[in-house]
């Protein structure tokens, strides 16, 4: 017999917290950050970057003459939200050893919340690190920047003007200027000699002597301050032994957190989330299953990844010697 899943409001609090700290593992909810939607699926609008980057006009007036008009569109796009879930069962007869020394329910939960980031992770780089979705935006760096002669400092500066060139040349307020690369490519770029010269003053003019409190090579708020973006984000999250994601790519995009009303501004994309369904990031639930005496802890959400704007990416490729 099997009895209706509760809502465990205590254990779900206690693995928001447990996803906080996995934040240096995961980043796919930094980069597609939560959108919050009434419906599973629905239509959004947004407007065309062509409206932001038209410059026909002077806006000039003659006496007794009417005023220059313009007429902006309006495009649609749709989402789909998809339901994940993972659950646990805690049997009765092993529930009193492992609380001995554990917090049986907390644990079997993070577990769970382990598993659906680590899936939401895959969804957001399959997503992001893609050089079909991003073929018109897409350039290979010149010295790949596991080599210490890679200038990432370099080619990430003239990628910046080139992605705000391509949203109109100005940023939305609230908007940010990110990168995000996998682990290995974050710890091989801050050896390269241009990174490391910037460290040390080797560019006066672009030095940073704030100290690090990340026990990172060099902690991710300062790579960002010598890159001159706002936000670094990396992963070191694995799939089967391998990287979940690509070490030959580094993305730069513009990303804003804001509410339903930033949908209009120039951003990478969000992570759709049906709330009235399920809680933002995940809701935790229980409930008893007699068949095999154990109580089934579930941690799910409903949620669709998508890129709303290819213009706010551009993506780096040749990264990695492969």
Known sequence: ???????????????????????????GMDVLPPMEVDS????????????VTDQTGTGKRAPSSGYERNESEVESDTYDCVEYGFEEPLDDSNSRDISQVLNAEREVTNLNVFRLMRQHEKRVATAVFNATTFASYTAGVSVEWDNASG??????????????NNVGGALA??????LAVSEKVYRNMVK????????????????DKTPSTSRDI??????????????VFSSNAQDGGSDIWNDEYAMVFIRNTGGIAERMNPQLGRTFMWTSDAMNPFTVESYRDESCRSNIYRVRHQADEKIVNVNAGYLLSNITTT
């Open 173 to 178: 307020p609230g908007a940010q200027i990110c």
């Open 40 to 51: 599973k699926n629905g239509t959004y609008g947004s407007v065309p970057i062509e409206n």
């Open 1 to 27: 017999m099997q009895s209706t899943a509760t809502f465990r409001p205590l254990l779900n609090s206690s693995a928001a917290e447990y996803a906080l700290e996995l934040t240096s593992q995961f980043m």
């Open 218 to 231: 060099i902690a991710k708020d300062r790579l960002a301050r010598i890159l001159g973006i706002d936000a």
């Open 192 to 207: 390269t000699t241009e990174i490391q010269g910037k460290i040390l003053g080797g560019d006066g003019s672009t030095v």
């Open 151 to 164: 200038t990432p400092y370099s080619d990430i500066q003239d990628i910046i003007l080139t992605l705000k």
